[in-house]
T-cell receptor, first 113, second 114 residues
């Protein structure tokens, strides 16, 4: 069974630009969560989607948004990039009703110059 | 209320030794406490998890000890091996179902010397 797939793995953007990251969950998993990982702030929850609906949202500005498609694939978008948005963005999926185990992808490393 | 405090920040252990990482939480609504292991260039992977109705859970060389009254939990790695060298994160969540929102500790970088 394939794991969580995230694309692109690495990308470089400049301040003010926007970026879209993609996540394909494990087959059969309907919940997708996004986390931001930085050396200073650690792992922080961004949002969680289930059946194309955002069910939880972390404490991030509105520049961070996401969506989920009918096939459970998810995208997150960051607009008007700032230097502080440089981070590893991790996607995780889980089955509905699961005990809580999240399966993480390898992440998309974003560098903002 | 949502914080999970983790210590130590880094840990160096000799091969065969015991590695101990501690976490403390504030929110008594948390009902699920997983530990994740992360290798460089990889995403975190679930190692072991516990719920507050038990005080200890063991899986192979990994044991979680949970103290509900003190709001603390710890990870013990017995017979530590160089392959265990990684970053370990404790976490906590509440709410049940698939709408889990994990609050992570700051991480512990474990180095096991051969």
């Amino acid at each position: 069974k394939a794991g969580v797939t995230q694309t692109p793995r690495y990308l470089i953007k400049t301040r003010g630009q926007q970026v879209t990251l993609s996540c394909s969950p494990i087959s059969g998993h309907r919940s997708v969560s996004w986390y931001q990982q930085t050396p200073g702030q650690g792992l922080q929850f961004l949002f969680e989607y289930f059946s194309e609906t955002q069910r939880n949202k972390g404490n991030f500005p509105g520049r961070f948004s996401g969506r989920q498609f009918s096939n459970s694939r998810s995208e997150m978008n960051v607009s008007t990039l700032e230097l502080g948005d440089s981070a590893l963005y991790l996607c995780a999926s889980t089955q509905r009703g699961n005990t809580g185990e999240l399966f993480f992808g390898e992440g998309s490393r974003l560098t903002v110059l | 209320q949502q914080q999970v405090k983790q210590s130590p920040q880094s840990l160096i252990v000799q091969k065969g030794g015991i590695s101990i990482i501690n976490c403390a939480y504030e929110n008594t609504a948390f009902d699920y406490f997983p530990w994740y292991q992360q290798f460089p260039g990889k995403g975190p992977a679930l190692l072991i998890a516990i719920r507050p109705d038990v005080s200890e859970k063991k899986e192979g060389r990994f044991t979680i000890s949970f103290n509900k009254s003190a709001k603390q939990f710890s990870l013990h790695i017995m017979d530590s091996q160089p392959g265990d060298s990684a970053t370990y994160f404790c976490a906590a969540s509440r709410g049940g179902g698939s709408a889990r929102q994990l609050t992570f500790g700051s991480g512990t970088q474990l180095t096991v010397l051969p």
